[in-house]
């Protein structure tokens, strides 16, 4: 299958390249030349598997963090909802990345489409939106690798030894992301095998567990940290993140043809990894109390194996895991989120030292290092996982993005799209409607959270409207550091 699905590609790639010679492209006479650069040396890409690894673990990192949907709904409508978020948020995003990444490849993804389609100050704000909640996100994950560490040895939860370790999480992942796009992709893919086998051990294990423990399995905890709605959040922030991959989009192989199937198999692949250990657990009777905080997979894992030797070897090996999916999940979004300051830089909305890049690996090294050192500082404040936050910024960007798939169909209809949501321009408007309405969700439980003893909803309605003032703040830069407008004749490849 692999085989004929490679014969496949190489097929549609001769062909895309023969039409292309057919067609030629003259740019506008008011671009200067350095606007476009030309690479003297083709950097090495990222091909289907890498990419999907990749967006794996920008959007899940595995099985871990799904506690608390168990917990606060119960098996029965816990996998039902992690059943019908793939169709009504996951698919539809995926339709509208596939279009847009296919007609539009550009470094900085997201950024560049709602910035051909909407204009810079959109444009601005999206990336506004993204990096102010990477600021929120992204110091959990050397805190979840510290959370899964001191498991295996108390010794870093004593002292600075837990804040030293987040701190080898942030430049371990800088030094791999310097040395390449490439690498970070089959680091990934390596990362994602080796913390899928415990958790495909938990799913071989259930027959010979079937109804080992006793309890009310169906039944959503009592006195559980969130409800229904509240799990259904928690679903949406490990099914969001699905547009990161698209920043890295002139760094991919074939993008057309390469992103349409790379999100189709995420989606499939992030689902099952949700789904099949929550089934199996289910069918051993153990009950949804027994997921009442976040790590309760590795206590889990310890009653279904037990020991071997004095050791409980299942544990350990969903502990390593952990650690792991914290690290593969920040490795990932480093290599995404530095390619906005770079798309910024070129366009003149940033200065241009963040365009700087190595010349071996045309890597950002400028936005990797400055993103890294403000993510370091970071990690002493002991940020929780703002899950409504999160997913207010993220939803509001997310936005958008449907706002110019809709826009770049009337404006730009013969734009070439090799892939396209499907139902025409129905389909495109249409698209956006289910993951509106779960957004719409999270303001509604956002208006009950307090963060840094503020309304959750006006704080993150402050964040939105600070990347309005930043955006006419830096005017003057933007006008310093030669900022050019996206021609809309240019065609995307």
């Not at 099985?63 to 816990?78: D, K, L, M, V």
């Not at 009310?216 to 699905?242: C, E, F, R, T």
């Not at 530095?338 to 010349?359: E, Q, Y």
Request: net charge positive; glycine share 10%; hydrophobic share 50%.
């Amino acid at each position: 299958m692999v085989n004929l699905l490679h014969a496949f590609y190489e097929r549609e790639s001769h062909e895309e390249d023969e039409r292309k010679k057919l067609s030629t492209v003259t740019l506008p006479a008011q671009i200067p030349s350095q606007a476009i650069p030309i690479s003297k040396k083709r950097a090495a890409k990222l091909t289907l598997w890498p990419l999907v690894a990749a967006t794996f673990f920008m959007v899940s990192g595995g099985t871990y963090g799904t506690e608390a949907i168990i917990s606060g709904a119960g098996y029965g409508r816990g996998i039902l909802v992690l059943l019908f978020l793939p169709v009504l948020w996951c698919l539809p995003t995926a339709f509208m990345i596939g279009e847009l990444s296919s007609a539009l490849p550009q470094e900085g993804g997201y950024y560049a489409w709602v910035r051909r389609g909407l204009g810079n100050f959109w444009g601005f704000q999206e990336a506004w939106l993204s990096l102010a909640a990477s600021i929120f996100d992204m110091a959990i994950y050397p805190t979840l690798f510290v959370f899964y560490l001191k498991q295996m040895s108390p010794w870093f939860g004593e002292g600075n030894h837990g804040l030293y370790a987040g701190l080898f999480v942030v430049v371990t992942c800088a030094a791999l992301n310097l040395a390449g796009i490439r690498v970070v992709g089959l680091t990934s893919l390596w990362l994602f095998f080796l913390l899928s086998l415990p958790f495909g051990l938990i799913v071989l294990l259930t027959p010979a567990r079937l109804g080992a423990f006793s309890g009310d399995a169906h039944a959503a905890a009592s006195g559980a940290s969130v409800g229904l709605l509240g799990a259904v959040l928690v679903a949406m922030w490990n099914y969001m993140g699905w547009d990161n991959a698209s920043t890295i989009a002139q760094e991919v192989e074939r993008p057309q043809r390469t992103y349409p199937r790379a999100m189709i198999a995420a989606v499939i692949l992030v689902s099952l990894t949700y789904i099949l250990p929550f089934l199996a657990v289910y069918f051993t009777g153990t009950p949804a109390s027994a997921f009442n905080e976040d790590g309760s997979w590795a206590t889990i894992a310890e009653q279904l194996g037990g020991k071997v030797l004095g050791i409980e070897w299942l544990r350990f090996m969903v502990t390593i895991g952990g650690m792991m999916s914290a690290f593969g999940m920040f490795n990932a979004l480093v290599m995404s989120y530095s390619r906005l300051p770079l798309a910024m830089a070129k366009d003149g909305m940033m200065p241009k030292i963040f365009g700087r890049v190595t010349p071996k690996n045309e890597t950002p090294w400028v936005a990797i290092v400055v993103l890294a050192s403000c993510w370091a500082l970071c990690l002493g404040l002991g940020f929780k996982r703002l899950v409504t936050l999160d997913i207010m910024l993220y939803g509001a960007a997310l936005m958008l993005e449907f706002i110019t798939l809709v826009v770049l169909r009337i404006r730009e209809p013969r734009l070439r799209r090799a892939f396209r949501v499907p139902g025409g321009m129905a389909g495109a408007v249409t698209c956006g409607i289910f993951p509106l309405g779960l957004l719409l969700l999270s303001l509604v439980e956002s208006d009950h959270e307090t963060i840094l003893g503020m309304n959750g909803l006006l704080f993150g309605i402050l964040i939105m409207f600070a990347g309005f003032a930043m955006y006419y703040a830096t005017d003057k830069i933007r006008a310093r550091f030669g900022q050019q407008s996206v021609p809309q004749s240019v065609a995307a490849d």
